[in-house]
């Protein structure tokens, strides 16, 4: 195998199912075979294996936690540490892959110098004299080496809330000199609305912050920008003047529950 895509679960139930059947009969059985792909199911309320359609072609594995809230640092975490190959693609679950993206990534070969950064299939600007359209530019996701990855894990002090895991985790990288070269000509897609059993659905989370509301987002998340905050101008100001120590991960139990390769 080539590269990992590592997703993490939280109660998606219906589109996840979709998700993967989609995956494995539209995404070319060649880029599959050298794929694995790796879902942290977080705990969940409606754990992932009872969604979990049944696959021909996608190697796929699912671990679980028990951690209780929210843990998305933690569940990237374990999915990089447990990775096949030293390609590995962190994505979220309401991000959807396709070929020309999916053969995008297997033509990159990482080193430890570079992050390979993704972005959306979203329009933010565009600048009529130059003719040039300027994509929204995905939080932290990207394409590195597991061994970046796992040097470079999530901060798990910011689990329990939403936000600056991964604005973190690009300041540590940056400050360590990794340089981030944009994959801009194939983008991941974030859609608001998906066909699930054939019925068009476009989730609505209730959240008053929420400017794009995406079909696969975790449900009922409280995204509340600020909770992480003082953490994350805390950690900032230990990795500017030198005292910074990564802190211990996976602080949860976990098991691997599924695996087809």
Not at 88 to 109: E, G
Not at 110 to 131: N, Q, S
Not at 219 to 230: E, F, Y
Request: with cysteine; charged share 30%; glycine share 4%.
């Amino acid at each position: 195998m080539k590269l990992d895509i590592i997703y993490t679960y939280f109660n998606q139930r219906e589109y996840t199912r979709e998700m993967l059947l989609y995956v494995d009969k539209y995404i070319e059985r060649d880029f599959l075979k050298d794929i694995a792909f790796t879902i942290v199911d977080d705990n969940s309320d409606y754990p992932l294996m009872d969604y979990l359609p049944e696959l021909n072609n996608l190697n796929l594995k699912i671990y679980r936690t028990d951690f209780d809230g929210y843990n998305i640092a933690g569940a990237i975490n374990l999915g990089c540490i447990k990775a096949e190959t030293n390609s590995v693609v962190c994505l979220d679950m309401d991000m959807i892959i396709y070929n020309n993206f999916v053969k995008r990534l297997l033509s990159i070969t990482p080193t430890d110098e570079y992050h390979h950064r993704l972005y959306l299939e979203r329009a933010h600007k565009v600048d009529f004299a130059l003719g040039k359209i300027y994509y929204k530019l995905c939080g932290w996701h990207g394409l590195t080496t597991k061994t970046n990855r796992v040097k470079y894990l999530h901060d798990e002090r910011f689990s329990g809330n939403w936000g600056y895991h991964g604005v973190f985790m690009r300041d540590y990288m940056r400050h360590d000199g990794i340089k981030e070269l944009p994959i801009y000509d194939q983008r991941v897609i974030m859609s608001p609305r998906v066909y699930l059993n054939k019925e068009l659905v476009f989730p609505a989370s209730g959240l008053e912050y929420r400017k794009h509301r995406t079909a696969g987002e975790t449900p009922n998340l409280t995204r509340k920008k600020d909770a992480n905050k003082p953490l994350y101008d805390k950690l900032v100001k230990q990795l500017n003047d030198g005292t910074y120590k990564p802190y211990k991960a996976l602080n949860f139990n976990y098991e691997l529950i599924y695996k087809n390769f």
